[in-house]
């Protein structure tokens, strides 16, 4: 199982960044899909989850009416859009997969995750 994490970079404050996750060798339409972030000096924490048939979505308080996820299980990509960026939003994003196939349920739990990408850098400039 193989995530590839893509579409960071470095954005002025208020601007947007999407950042995809794919998946190959396996489909994603299995798994539910969680993203990440950990900045410098600071434990990882959960940014936004969606189950593997869509339905359920579930983001952290600060990303709540700036982020949105998505997924498009015809491209094995899951999506996160986010907008209305803050310097407080710089760290390495990461997407993680839990199988639990034909589901809406959707777990928050960093452990429950097994399947890890690489990471992407974004960076929000002041």
């Known amino acids: 199982v193989q995530l590839q994490a893509s579409g960071g970079g470095v954005v002025q404050a208020g601007g947007s960044l999407r950042l995809s996750c794919a998946a190959s060798e396996f489909s994603l339409d299995s798994y539910a899909i969680g993203w990440f972030r950990q900045a410098p000096g600071k434990e990882r924490e959960g940014v936004s989850f969606i189950s593997s048939r869509g339905a359920a979505v579930y983001y952290a308080d600060s990303m709540k009416g700036r982020f949105t996820i998505s997924r498009d299980n015809n491209k094995n990509t899951v999506y996160l859009q986010m907008n209305s960026l803050k310097p407080e939003d710089t760290a390495v994003y990461y997407c993680?997969?839990?199988?639990?196939?034909?589901?809406?349920?959707?777990?928050?739990?960093?452990?429950?995750?097994?399947?890890w990408g690489q990471g992407t850098q974004v960076t929000v400039s002041s």
């Open positions: 993680a997969a839990r199988p639990d196939w034909n589901s809406d349920y959707v777990v928050m739990t960093l452990g429950e995750y097994g399947f």
